[in-house]
């Protein structure tokens, strides 16, 4: 049998990557100079847009878009759902002569008004208070797909409040950036203006033949299995991880890449994972706000890909008892605009301090708001997952290494802190070249683990959004460099302070730090003995959302107002207990 390839021989990948994005090089190419540099500005520095370039974008926007053969445009947002939603409207205007021409205003572009009661609002919405808006997210770039022109959007209440997913986290990156620019004027980097979260999520899933998809009731209904017994070869002999892949499985994964290429979604890993069946997709680091667009476009297109194959993608956490479950590795760090990643330790690690302070910000912020990042990541699947085959217990904790790990006991103790290195490993021939070794080790058990110049939150679920866990990653850390700045401004030592708030911190939170084997009984004990939470079901979790702490948190920082993590709460309880009526009157009395 003959597959699909995914992009014709002969075809240059550099004309196939983005060839359906309204992207810089195409907005540079059909925009006037002055409306690409005024659109330039507020996609780089946050500042409103004038209505007039929205204008002149929206009619650049339609003509390019026609061109790739669209006929619709949608404004393309993400509800609380966790999925996508889209309405579509052609392009055509009725003209006196009885034909149609194609139009498309600023004002299409920039709002829509969908149906804000017939989407989940956990009570911001009733039936009766149906009008709601979505608004152009200018920062992530539009695309054509299906013949449709796909506008990112965010998705708001008529009162105002955020309905979606998209909203807190552009809030969150606005106070993750404004926090972070403070701690760096006070170092001295006064050229900086804006610090921006970046995002690699690896996504799991794993395939199975369709005809036998279509024979369990159990995966259609649940995307999991519910009975049956165990396949004769499991994940036992570890030979399906970076194995031969398949042709048919090959030919999946080509087509896959070049759907989402052309949508500019940089795929660039693909590779066997553990268990049978079950594969994984990596793509380079974007922007948190156009990493988790790229994640949900990947999500989509992976299932719509694999029917042309006759296959089905599951992307369930736990659809096999015994196996592997599917996770979301989702690798975050803070970059400034002048291209400093603000985790890379350096060469000379104990001797950064600006390295030093913004880890030291990263393990106080997990410490202190454990339970909203277990929320982040829960949902009733992921619970069968985490604690499982090779997921991270649902005990948040961080690996640091033996050399960060050494440096920090060292500051600890009030010591000078000192790094041995050994940077070259010897593979005892001479055919074999020298390697360098990277800082850390991976320890595959821990949630969220530094490997090199990023952390890995490792607990989110496969069929989970990264916009909350990324909204939470950032608002916790922009909290402490808040208090971080506050410390710091107006010290006449300001080298001396800031050695002293990283001791005072590495003090403190040292007890998250754990670099051994998560999955072990001892190590379920001794973080009882630590004092760090063990929130093993999603219902327990949710608890966390209407803790004063965490209401006080989003608040300050704007990211959600005190009734939009109500609903949220609200909203989460509905979905993870089956008891709705019950637990509903139990919430609303409480």
Not at 61 to 89: C, L, N, V, Y
Request: aromatic share 8%.
């Amino acid at each position: 049998m003959q597959y699909d390839c995914g992009i014709a021989a002969g075809t240059a990948l550099s004309q196939v990557f983005g060839s359906n994005v309204f992207n810089d090089s195409v907005m540079r190419q059909t925009l006037p100079k002055a409306t690409y540099q005024a659109l330039k500005k507020t996609i780089e520095t946050g500042s409103s847009l004038d209505p007039q370039v929205a204008e002149v974008v929206a009619s650049a926007m339609k003509d390019w878009a026609i061109s790739k053969g669209a006929t619709h445009f949608t404004h393309w947002f993400q509800p609380m759902t966790g999925i996508t939603a889209e309405k579509h409207d052609s392009f055509i205007s009725p003209s006196s002569d009885g034909k149609v021409i194609m139009e498309f205003s600023g004002k299409e572009l920039i709002k829509g008004e969908p149906d804000a009661s017939s989407f989940p609002s956990g009570g911001l919405r009733a039936t009766f208070e149906a009008r709601g808006y979505t608004a152009w997210d200018c920062t992530s770039p539009a695309f054509v797909k299906d013949r449709s022109l796909f506008i990112p959007t965010a998705f708001c209440a008529y009162t105002g409040e955020a309905l979606d997913k998209k909203t807190p986290l552009l809030r969150s990156m606005d106070a993750l950036s404004k926090q972070a620019v403070r701690v760096l004027h006070l170092l001295g980097q006064n050229n900086i203006k804006r610090v921006t979260t970046t995002v690699g999520p690896e996504q799991e899933y794993f395939l199975i033949d369709k005809k036998y998809y279509d024979q369990r009731l159990d995966l259609i209904m649940t995307g999991r299995t519910l009975f049956g017994a165990k396949p004769p070869k499991g994940q036992d002999l570890e030979d399906h991880y970076f194995g031969q892949i398949k042709d048919r499985i090959a030919a999946y994964m080509s087509d896959l890449d070049a759907e989402l290429w052309k949508m500019g979604v940089s795929a660039k890993t693909k590779h066997n994972e553990v268990a049978p069946a079950q594969h994984e997709l990596a793509p380079i680091f974007n922007t948190t706000n156009i990493a988790t667009d790229h994640n949900q476009l990947t999500m989509e297109t992976m299932k719509k890909v694999a029917l042309r194959h006759g296959l089905v993608c599951l992307l369930h956490e736990k659809p096999f008892a015994g196996v592997n479950g599917s996770g979301k590795h989702n690798n975050w760090s803070m970059s400034t605009d002048d291209g400093q990643n603000l985790l890379e330790p350096g060469k000379t690690p104990h001797e950064n301090q600006q390295f030093l302070l913004f880890l030291t910000a990263v393990i106080r912020a997990v410490d202190e708001y454990a339970d909203l990042l277990r929320i982040s990541a829960a949902s009733p699947g992921n619970d069968h997952r985490l604690g499982a085959n090779e997921a991270p217990p649902a005990i948040i904790s961080i690996f640091l290494g033996d050399q960060l790990t050494g440096i920090l006991e060292q500051i600890a103790a009030g010591k000078t802190a000192s790094c041995e290195t050994d940077d070259i490993l010897c593979l005892g021939t001479s055919s074999l070249p020298d390697l360098f070794k990277d800082s850390t080790d991976r320890n595959r058990t821990s949630p969220f683990a530094f490997t090199g110049n990023k952390f890995e939150f490792r607990m989110v679920g496969s069929s989970q959004s990264i916009a909350q866990c990324n909204f939470t990653l950032n608002t916790i850390v922009a909290e402490v460099l808040s208090d971080f700045a506050d410390k710091l401004e107006g010290s006449t030592n300001i080298v001396e302070d800031i050695d002293k708030l990283i001791q005072e911190a590495i003090n403190k939170h040292q007890r998250v730090i754990f670099n051994g084997n998560g999955y072990s009984d001892e190590w379920v004990e001794e973080a009882k003995l630590r004092g760090l939470p063990n929130i093993r079901t999603t219902v327990d979790a949710i608890k966390a959302i209407r803790e004063e702490k965490n209401l006080s948190l989003m608040e300050k920082h704007a990211v959600l107002s005190r009734k939009e993590m109500d609903a949220r709460c609200f909203y989460r309880l509905i979905m993870s207990v089956d008891n709705r009526t019950i637990m509903t009157q139990n919430y609303r009395t409480s």
